[in-house]
Each structure stands twice: as structure tokens, then as C-alpha cells.
């Protein structure tokens, strides 16, 4: 027993066997076959290491607050400013959403408990 969308599956692909006999385009299925369109952001843009440094200066933050808003290694940060890796892809989409409302950033940024002195 077929069930309801077995059902639709062959009937789409006896359809689609008769376009195929038929050599029919893409262009002639438009509008017979439901489709999905999906929008991808564009590729983050690459990033220099004078770049990554004029950022993260711009925020005021040492490597440490940079790498721990970006959830990296400190070292991972010192090497990507000196040049000698590029941040990954992910990385870069972060950077371009710091690059592109920092404010939204540095209130992400928690200041470090004070420590009380007590007194003697």
C-alpha cells in the first residue's frame, strides 16, 4: 500500500521521465515543479592581519577579550595579527559582524569582578 506522498513521488517522477523523453529544459519545467530557493550570504571578505588589528584596537580590547568574543585562542588571534594564519571562514563572517555594529560586541564583554580589600 502506497501511502499519499509515495503516491505524489511517482507521479513527479513519471512526469519528469516524460519531460526527459521529451528533452525538455529546466526553463519549460519552471512553474510545474515546486522548488525552494534558498538565499546564501555572500563569502565573508579575507581579512589582513593590519586589518584584524585595526579592528580589535578600534574596540579597545587586548587579544585576550578579542579571542574570547570570537570563542579562539589568544594565540590563535596573535597569529592571525602577525600574519601567519587567516582566520577561517566562520571567523571572518564573525569579524564582518563586528566590523559591522562593534557596540553590540564590547556590551557582550562582561568587566571582571573588583576585588574588595578588607580591612585589617
Known sequence: MMNRKSNSLVRALSELQ???RDDLTLRDLKGRLPT???IIAP???S???AAIKKLRT???VSQADFAGLLGVSR???QSW???VRDPSPLASRLLDTIERDPEAWLAALVPAPTKSRRAS
Request: charged share 30%; aromatic share 10%; proline share 5%.
Open 47 to 49: 581579512y589582513s592581519a
Open 43 to 45: 563569502q565573508p571578505r
Open 36 to 38: 525552494r530557493v534558498r
Open 58 to 60: 578600534r574596540l579597545g
Open 81 to 83: 595579527e602577525r600574519g
Open 75 to 77: 594565540i590563535l588571534v
Open 18 to 20: 516524460g519531460y526527459a
